[in-house]
């Protein structure tokens, strides 16, 4: 499956969503990150560790400040003092604005991954280190949830 529509399908899981965003604003994780983690653990593709460092070197060029610079707006939004009827067309663009860059990000991250990786028959563990640097003492938990998420979310497709 392509990492496009895995990220997709995955964030459409409600609780997937309400846990991502939680580690973005509490812990300043990734999402995008996590979610290629997720992709490669479950599509048992492997990556070499400078091919790993790599790819997180991609997610931190120019269009990651412009995504954050878009998440931080809309996160004022939110805030904001004008009626919704007031806001909801700005919303709306700031959104679009914000997907059109994550397809961009995703799309880097499949060229990198289709250059790079192997398949390989045992899943390799990618996602626990990286929740560890994020969520110390509970990275590992956290990602045996997630990786049990994704199998309940991807176990009628396979």
């Avoid at 812990?27 to 460092?53: D, G, I, Q, T």
């Avoid at 990275?139 to 991807?154: H, I, M, P, S, T």
Wanted: glycine share 0%; with cysteine.
């Amino acid at each position: 499956m392509p990492f496009k529509n895995f990220a997709f399908e995955l964030w459409d899981n409600s609780e997937f969503e309400k846990i991502c965003l939680a580690l973005q604003n509490q812990k300043s994780l990734n999402v995008l990150a996590l979610l290629y983690r997720l992709w490669l653990e479950h599509e048992r593709l492997e990556l070499s560790e400078p091919a790993l460092n790599q790819s997180a070197n991609l997610l931190r060029k120019a269009d990651a400040d412009l995504l954050d610079l878009f998440r931080a707006l809309r996160r004022q939004l939110k805030e904001c003092s004008l009626t919704e009827e007031h806001l909801a067309p700005l919303k709306q663009q700031v959104l679009k604005i914000e997907l059109i860059v994550e397809k961009k990000q995703l799309a880097a991250m499949q060229a990198h991954t289709d250059r790079h990786a192997k398949k390989v028959l045992q899943r390799p563990i990618v996602v626990a280190p990286y929740l560890e640097q994020h969520v110390p003492n509970e990275g590992v938990e956290l990602a045996k949830f997630l990786a049990q998420l994704v199998e309940r979310q991807f176990e009628t497709k396979s």
